[in-house]
């Protein structure tokens, strides 16, 4: 599913989403209410129809409705109507998209699947408003279509929720421990991130290690401050006196992180930056995407841990 030629090509600001829905249960004769989710094609392995589920005896939702087995892999299914507390319906069409990211995976059943549309990311929208009050964890961005609108579900952010053991963990890793505390103006770090938890959780992370760090909500945003600066060394400031290093997510409305990275790299003064790339979606089928826009690191989230050392070592090596 996941092998698809949008994700062969590198920093054209593009995306696939997988569109699903999910009918809400209602009363017999009442026709359900049927509300349209999306995520993206990148974190899913295949759709496959509702399996046979087994029970577990304790489980850490009510979502987590069981396991089933696809070739020889237990696999955690959760209803994401339950999830969102809009309970729905099963019947024949009922589907189960599989994912993986973070290098793990799991299952997520849905009412049915639509289709798959290619998008800009500048046509993604951030949650806001009345979404953003009562979906600020669930969903990472918001696509406006003629006749529906479909909200991107942070499948990610739901994982943790379920089973805190796999979110990021902010435990240093020994040798970098061993590391005398730096001068900060020596490390200024520009992240990008639109999930304003992990973007802090980041931050708060290096500063810990002697990073002086700025943060930004996405990538057209980072490039417009990137921007300010190399106008400034135009003028007399170095660049290095406001930025040494960029930690960009991929997946970010407006624009996402391949495109980011691939602007700094084509620029004749901004291409000095070392850039990390840093996301759940780095795998082994899509880090060649991470090479080809220029990126000189790439971290996925369990690896948190090593960002602080791998960072300051680019910087040093650019100097």
């Avoid at 996941?2 to 009363?27: K, M, P, R, W």
């Avoid at 339950?82 to 849905?110: C, H, Q, Y």
């Avoid at 529906?148 to 499948?155: F, T, W």
């Amino acid at each position: 599913m996941a092998q698809t030629n949008i994700l062969l090509e590198s920093g054209t600001n593009e995306l696939e989403i997988i569109e699903f829905y999910i009918d809400e249960a209602t009363e017999p004769g009442v026709k359900p209410y049927r509300a349209y989710y999306g995520v993206n094609v990148a974190k899913v392995l295949e759709i496959i129809r509702l399996p046979k589920v087994t029970g577990m005896p304790q489980t850490p939702h009510p979502s987590v409705i069981g396991t089933f087995n696809l070739r020889s892999r237990v696999i955690p299914l959760i209803d994401l109507s339950l999830w969102l507390g809009k309970p729905m319906g099963r019947d024949e069409n009922t589907k189960v998209i599989v994912s993986e990211f973070n290098k793990v995976i799991n299952a997520f059943m849905v009412s049915g699947v639509t289709r798959i549309h290619r998008l800009s990311w500048s046509e993604v929208e951030p949650p806001s408003g009345f979404v953003s009050t009562f979906a600020a964890n669930n969903f990472t961005g918001v696509v406006k279509f003629e006749d529906h609108i479909v909200l991107l579900l942070d499948m990610e952010q739901i994982i943790w929720d379920l089973n805190p053991a796999l979110a990021m963990k902010t435990k240093r890793e020994k040798a970098a421990a061993a590391i005398p505390e730096p001068d900060r103006s020596s490390y200024k770090t520009l992240v990008v991130d639109d999930s304003n938890s992990i973007r802090r959780l980041i931050a708060s992370y290096l500063e810990k290690d002697g990073f002086e760090v700025v943060q930004d909500i996405n990538g057209q945003n980072a490039w417009n401050r990137l921007s300010g600066w190399k106008a400034e060394d135009a003028k007399g400031t170095p660049l290095s006196s406001n930025v040494n290093l960029v930690v960009t997510d991929i997946e970010m409305p407006s624009m996402d992180g391949h495109t980011l990275c691939k602007k700094i790299k084509d620029d004749p003064v901004l291409k000095q930056l070392p850039v990390v790339l840093f996301s759940s979606l780095i795998n082994d089928q899509l880090y060649h995407k991470g090479l080809s826009v220029g990126a000189d690191d790439q971290v996925t989230k369990p690896e948190v841990g090593t960002l602080a050392e791998r960072a300051r070592k680019l910087i040093e090596e650019h100097r």
